[in-house]
C-alpha cells in the first residue's frame, strides 16, 4: 500500500536545536537513580525528569502506569516514540539499523522515531488506508514521558518495568539511527519511517483479527438457543 509520494513533509532533526545538556557532578553518596539520570544526560545528552509520585495527574507515555522506577525520558526533543503491541513491533525490527533504539515494558515496545514524526502519523495513517479502524498503535511526542530503562550493564528491573532490546550507544548521535520521513525511497541511509509504520499497522491490524476471531459472539447461535430451550 506504499506510494510513490507521500503527503506530508518531513520534519528534520536538524529543524531543532540541538544544545548539549550540562554534565551532571559525579557526587558521593547519590541516590541510584541519579546515576540512571547522569547516564542519560551525559553519555547520551538526552533529556530527563525524576518521577513526581505525588502528582498522579504526570503525562507519560502509558498514562495511569507505575513501575516504581524514579526516572522518565522527555519525549520530543532528540525523538519521539511509536508505542504498539510487542508482538506488532518486532515484524518492524528488520526495518531498523543495529542501532536504532528499541525497548520493551510490559507487552509494549516501544520504537524511537525521528522528533516530529508523532505529528506526521495521522496523515501517513490515511495515506498508507489504516486510517480505519483504529489500530493499537500510538506516536508519542513532544510534552510526553517515557520511563527510562536501566542502562546496559545494571542489574535487572523489576518485573513490568521498561528495558532496553536494543540500547542506545554512547557516543552516537541517535537521529542518524532513528526512522524519519525523509528517508523515504533509502534515501539518507536513515531507516525509512514509511515502511515501519506500514509493517507495524499490518501486524496491529492482524493481532486485532485474531483476538476478535477469539471472542464469543454477542449473541447465542441458534444451536445454542434450541438447547437451552429443550
Wanted: charged fraction near 25%; include cysteine.
Amino acid at each position: 500500500m506504499v506510494g510513490s509520494h507521500p503527503p506530508v513533509t518531513p520534519v528534520l532533526p536538524a529543524d531543532r536545536t540541538m544544545v548539549p545538556l550540562p554534565r551532571r557532578p559525579l557526587d558521593a553518596g547519590v541516590r541510584p537513580d541519579d546515576h540512571v539520570r547522569r547516564w542519560y544526560e551525559n553519555e547520551l545528552g538526552w533529556a530527563t525528569v525524576p518521577a513526581a509520585r505525588e502528582n498522579p495527574g504526570e503525562k507519560r507515555g502509558n498514562p495511569g502506569e507505575d513501575t516504581g522506577f524514579p526516572v522518565r525520558l522527555r519525549i520530543g526533543d532528540r525523538f519521539d516514540v511509536l508505542d504498539v503491541p510487542a508482538e506488532a513491533g518486532r515484524a518492524g525490527l528488520r526495518h531498523l539499523l543495529p542501532g536504532s533504539p528499541v525497548a520493551l515494558q510490559g507487552e509494549r515496545m516501544r520504537l524511537l522515531v525521528a522528533a516530529g514524526s508523532a505529528e506526521e502519523l495521522p496523515g501517513l495513517l490515511d495515506w498508507l488506508e489504516w486510517g480505519v479502524p483504529a489500530l493499537d498503535l500510538t506516536a508519542l511526542g513532544e510534552g510526553t514521558l517515557m520511563d527510562a530503562p536501566p542502562p546496559p550493564g545494571r542489574p535487572d528491573a523489576a518485573q513490568g518495568a521498561a528495558v532496553w532490546l536494543r540500547p542506545p550507544e554512547p557516543g552516537c548521535e541517535v537521529e542518524a539511527s532513528l526512522p524519519t520521513m525523509s528517508a523515504v525511497g533509502g534515501v539518507g541511509g536513515a531507516p525509512d519511517l514509511v515502511r515501519l509504520v506500514d509493517t507495524v499497522a499490518t501486524q496491529c491490524h492482524r493481532l486485532r483479527l485474531r483476538r476478535k476471531g477469539a471472542q464469543p459472539p454477542a449473541f447465542p447461535l441458534a444451536s445454542d438457543q434450541a438447547l437451552a430451550f429443550s
